[in-house]
């Protein structure tokens, strides 16, 4: 028997036609060569700012070969800022750590490799010249120490989102890490101060992310901001029921004010299995989790509202076959497999996260003074 025949055969009792595969491989390479994707939360830099080298770094999600496989347009490195920092207030100095090895370790380090962007041109540009756009954005509002003087530092140093809490509640934004814990002052939402961060975010063209926070705290938010709000690392409610993630309804109103969720990789955001499994016996997630996050988007709120944005280097457990950035022709091919156009997924991967950074860039251009 001819070798072609053979696989022909093997195909056909898979229920796959020989021609069909070959045209999913051909749409996949080509989505992977064409979209710009975007990943707006990595936290790669949590590793570089104590040594690790982004060139080889085979213990983490991230590095240089691997992005490049995946094809990888963009990426918003992670200025991490922990609330451990928040005791004897070196919140502010650990962000500045952060923002240097973002610079230092990544992209002065492999200029050929990456380009710094600070708007949606950018990241094109970066495109155009076959190279990775490197963006930042600060994860904990601790970091600003309640003082719109240092977000406005901040901004000129390169940042362009900023996640209101993380796990902690702050100063000014309730987080859903704690909202139900005993001891901790909360605010029901935004305090006064916190409404007058997100006009001044607006005013700089600092995109808004509300990843994390309070449910109060984003529908605050959301009326608060003239421009459009990211979740930069979030999944669904509906899907896994975690106060972490995002209800239907959050979504839609996200969606109706031109937002987008970036849907997280993280096993215990994506499947209720690897949530609900005890510590020492985890479940990992699959690749068809991500997929069924990103349908539920698609279903409530379409396709304008989906992005991605992996927390790679952020967690420690990464679904079956999306194991790190170099696997994202898995998330082409089964999205492809979903009935998802190459349009559509273009849009996933890259152009709604560009349209809403066009926005926000258009809101602070009409509020400047
Ligand atoms: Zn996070």
Known sequence: MKKHYAA????????????????????????TKSAILIDTHNDIPSFTVDGADIGNAPKNH???????????????????VSSKYVDGNHSANRALQMIDTVYTDILHRYPKDFSLALTAADIERAHRQHKIAGLLGIEGGHAIEDSPRLLRDYYRMGVRYMTLTHTNTNGWA???????????????????????IIHEMNRLGMMVDISHVADKTFYD??????APLIASHSACRAITNVPRNMT??????????????????YCNFISQKSADAPKDAPVRATLADVVAHIDHVRQIAGIDAIGIGTDFDGIECAPIGLDDVSKFPNLTRALLEKGYSPADIKKIYGGNTLRLMRQVEKVAAGLQH
């Open 221 to 226: 938010a959301l009326e608060t901001s003239q």
């Open 248 to 265: 239907d309804d959050m979504i839609k109103a996200l969606a109706q004010k031109g937002g987008v969720i970036q849907v997280n990789f």
């Open 8 to 31: 022909v055969l093997v195909l056909s009792a898979l229920g796959l036609p020989a021609a069909g595969l070959d045209k999913i491989d051909a749409e996949v390479k080509a989505i």
């Open 62 to 80: 991230t590095d240089i070969p691997r992005l490049k496989a995946g094809g990888v347009g963009a990426i918003f490195f992670s200025v991490y």
């Open 174 to 196: 309730d987080s859903s890490g704690d909202i139900n814990k005993p001891g901790v002052e909360h605010h029901n939402g935004l305090t006064p101060l916190g409404k007058d």
